[in-house]
């Protein structure tokens, strides 16, 4: 018989119904990966794109020479700018299905990958989320009004009821406009380090990417431009397993890691323990330090588990087995942040519970304030003319005409705005 | 004032601008040590530096999407892409990001960037290098497409759409780069320094974006047109002795419907030219918009010339190519209807 070539479908380990299999995932101890002087040489660092850089142990005691030694007070404030992003999450999916906003994205589980990157980094650094790093906003201090009255499209909205739910943006904060489009931010993230660095300034840009959308030509885009100029920006591929129902493997990562990736590109490639705040902080640490003396761009890949459904269209019980979070081997970022303070005799189940308690008084708060500048089916509503507005700086002679038509639509009564915006189901 | 080919006159611009203005970087494939394949941004990585004039690798996506985020950051980048038939590996970052950054974060960022990129046919460029996809961009929200059909202009509206805060695209019909061509392949080229618009001021000045342009005034039918076929519909009306008024659109978009609009009306017929393919083309935009303005005006139906319906084949380029005759022929038509 001749040999014949056959496809090899990607296939993941387990279905709905199935034991949940993580044995692919190859995990190294805590402390046991070396950590590089920054400004290493990329093949210096290969063995980082293997292994996995991993702080807190199985004991919650930190390890190795990836500790960043934060004092006590810093790792207080992480917990609760993870648990906070948490209850906002919770909170938004429920009035999600209560029908108060047309659509939500919750990123349950990778709290410590905005978070603890987010606290690295210094606030003149410019960040390129993908739609999935809402801790960001948490971690430069963002009012959640805000945030709520974007999922509103009410009168507060940044965004002028332009985009769908979760597409914040934040000029103050540096903070770039998160598009629905994927994998787009990487070679804009990377173009603005460029610049940062014609410019001579010592800013660097972050950005995130899923790694299901690292099969885009983005992705390839922005790693090349980034080792060919060593722009100083630092590339976070964000591998959470699921790009709503394909599993990893599908974006290549049965074959190596995504980590792997980064020498192909003379760049650092460090995969580490995503949902291990102490890791994901000091290697963005490292990162950023190494782009800001010209030791150009890293990527980072942070293996983690995507807890939540894709969104609140998505159903991820259709695809992969029900408790399958439960048998993810690195654990829950905020529970093992928790617990190292707790041995740490810095914190305790009564203050967590307080601290639970505040926040989610917090979020209450912040709600109530959010519907009082307009909800999708009262209130305080934006004038449908604004939607003429920022097309381009100086609206042209035919985006002009539009709005006189609608405007006398509305005179005439015939463009009534309806008393309730019904709610269309979006991706 | 200068003599200058469109090549001379686009490098004048870029250097002044990049003189001026200290936020201007030019990115692209093969623009810096060598200065660009067709040579308009030569000598300009030497007198400005590399760090201001930047060789790219081959990637339309990256180039466009990296411009973004030097646009976000402050800089004013002018990408070149090679030939327009390679502009769609970019085509995301242009209408889903560049398009609409302004637009979707309520002002808060924006991206001026100004792509250039030759376009059109007539070089024996076959299908991958005579494309004229400007429809493609007028139908999007938030770009500004512009295509200039002589070397002052040229220099002018690269300075307006460099010094603009909104993102364009500069399309340069390639054919007329060193010279006009009245669409007869067989006749001796003839240069742009015998041309009046081959003169050009040396410094700084600009035409004005969204304006176009009355190049011939007529009584009998107006034609519209843009690029090349400026110089190829000039050459049908010396053919037909009609009296023609030819109007050179120079800004797609946003369109300057009034002075189109008062040609046709004062001359009640209308033919409208471009290279691109027909179907769903720039000329059926053109065409509505007359139709819309002008109704109780015409006298005939008005007529469109355009590239034929199929990819650009590269051995039949001036059977496929709307060369004079076909203009002319367009022409005795809405001249014929009554």
Redesign the interface.
């Known amino acids: 018989m001749s040999p014949r070539s056959r496809l090899h479908v990607p296939s993941p380990p387990a279905r709905p119904g199935q034991e949940p299999d993580f044995s692919y995932v190859q995990i190294s101890p805590a402390g046991a990966v070396g950590r590089p002087d920054v400004m290493a040489s990329a093949r210096d660092t290969e063995e980082l794109s293997l292994q996995m850089v991993r702080v807190l142990g199985d004991d919650n005691r930190a390890v190795g020479p990836w500790n960043p030694h934060l004092e006590p007070e810093e790792l207080q404030v992480g917990l609760r700018h993870m648990l906070l992003t948490r209850l906002f999450d919770d909170r938004m999916q429920k009035i999600q299905r209560q029908g108060r906003i047309s659509f939500y994205i919750k990123s349950t589980g990778e709290e410590a990958v905005a978070v603890a990157a987010g606290m690295a980094l210094t606030p003149g650094d ?1 960040l ?1 989320p993908s739609y999935r790093q809402q801790g960001l906003h948490v971690v430069r201090g963002r009012n959640l009004v805000d945030l709520m009255c974007q999922c509103l499209s009410n009168t507060h909205d ?3 009821g ?2 769908m739910p979760i ?1 914040y ?3 103050s904060g540096n903070i ?2 998160i ?1 629905g ?1 994927l994998a ?1 931010q ?11 660095a ?2 001579g300034e010592d800013r660097i ?1 972050a950005s995130w990417i899923g790694e299901g959308s690292s099969a885009e ?2 992705f ?3 790693m ?2 980034a080792g ?2 060593q722009a100083p920006v630092i590339l976070n591929l964000v591998n959470n397993q699921w790009a709503i129902s394909t599993f990893q493997g599908f974006a290549g990562g049965e074959h190596k890691t995504f980590a792997q990736r980064g020498p192909g590109y003379g760049i650092p490639g460090i995969r580490i323990d995503g949902n291990d705040f102490l890791a994901v902080y000091a290697v963005t640490q490292w990162a950023a330090q190494r782009a800001r003396q010209s030791g150009g761009p890293t990527l980072i890949e942070h293996v983690t588990y995507r807890t939540a459904a894709h969104s609140t269209s998505d159903d991820p019980s259709r695809y992969r087995p029900k408790e399958e979070w439960r048998a993810w081997p690195l654990g829950d970022p905020v529970e093992r942040l928790k617990a190292h303070l707790i041995a740490l005799g810095e914190w305790s189940e009564e203050r967590h519970a307080r601290l639970e308690k505040e926040l989610e008084a917090h979020v209450t708060a912040c709600w109530k304030e959010a519907e009082s500048y307009g909800t999708l089916s009262g209130g305080p509503s934006l004038d449908p003319l604004t939607m003429f ?5 100086e609206m ?3 985006l002009a005409r539009e709005r006189d038509e609608l405007r006398a639509l509305q005179d005439s009564g015939v463009a009534a705005r309806p008393a309730s915006t019904p709610l269309a189901q979006k991706g | 004032m200068a003599r200058m080919n469109m090549v001379q006159a686009l490098n004048s611009a870029m250097d002044v601008m990049l003189q001026r203005d200290p936020r201007v ?1 030019i990115l692209g494939e093969d623009v810096g040590f060598f200065g660009g394949v067709f040579r308009a941004t030569e000598g300009l990585q030497r007198k400005y530096g590399e ?2 004039v ?1 060789d ?2 081959i ?1 339309e ?2 180039i466009i ?11 004013k ?1 002018v990408a070149e892409i090679q030939f327009a038939d390679y502009i769609y ?1 970019g085509f ?2 242009i209408v ?2 560049l398009a609409r ?10 991206a001026p960037v100004t792509i250039r990129t030759p376009c059109g046919g007539g070089i024996r460029g076959g299908q991958t290098h005579s494309q004229s996809p400007e429809a493609l961009f007028a139908h999007v ?2 770009i ?1 497409v512009v295509m200039p059909s002589n070397p002052y202009d040229a220099k002018g509206l690269l300075i307006s759409s460099i010094e ?3 993102p364009v695209v500069f399309f340069e019909p390639k054919r007329i780069y060193n010279g006009p061509f009245d669409g007869d392949p067989h006749k001796p080229a003839i240069p742009w320094s015998s041309h009046p618009r081959g003169e050009v001021p040396e410094g700084h000045f600009t035409v004005p974006l ?1 304006k176009a342009q009355v190049v011939r005034e007529g009584r009998d039918v107006s034609v519209l047109a843009y690029g090349t076929m400026v110089h190829v519909a000039e050459a049908a009306v010396r053919l037909t002795g009609i009296d023609a008024e030819i109007v050179d659109v120079r800004t797609i978009a ?2 300057d ?1 009034d002075t189109l609009c008062t040609s046709v009306c004062k001359t009640g017929r209308c033919v409208v030219v471009h290279e691109a393919t027909r179907f769903g083309g720039y000329g059926a935009e053109l065409v509505a918009t007359v139709q819309e303005q002008c109704f109780w005006n015409l006298e005939a139906p008005i007529q469109r010339v355009a590239g034929w319906d199929t990819p650009y084949p590269h051995a039949f380029e001036w059977e496929y190519f709307p060369g004079p005759a076909r203009i002319a022929a367009a022409l005795k038509l809405v001249m014929e209807s009554t």
Request: overall charge neutral.
């Open positions: 410019m390129f940044m965004c002028k332009r985009q597409m943006h934040w000029g770039f406009s598009s489009n787009t990487f070679p804009q993230a990377v173009g603005w380090a460029m610049a940062a014609i410019k840009a030509a983005d390839h885009y922005a090349n431009f060919v100029y507005e920022d097309v381009f700086k042209p002679p035919n | 970087v760090h201001r930047l790219t690798p990637a996506g990256g999407g990296a411009a973004i985020g030097m646009g976000a950051n402050g800089l980048p590996p995301d970052q889903s990001e950054l302004r637009y979707r974060s309520a002002g808060e960022f924006s929200c938030g500004k603009g805060e909104d969204g946003p369109l419907v």
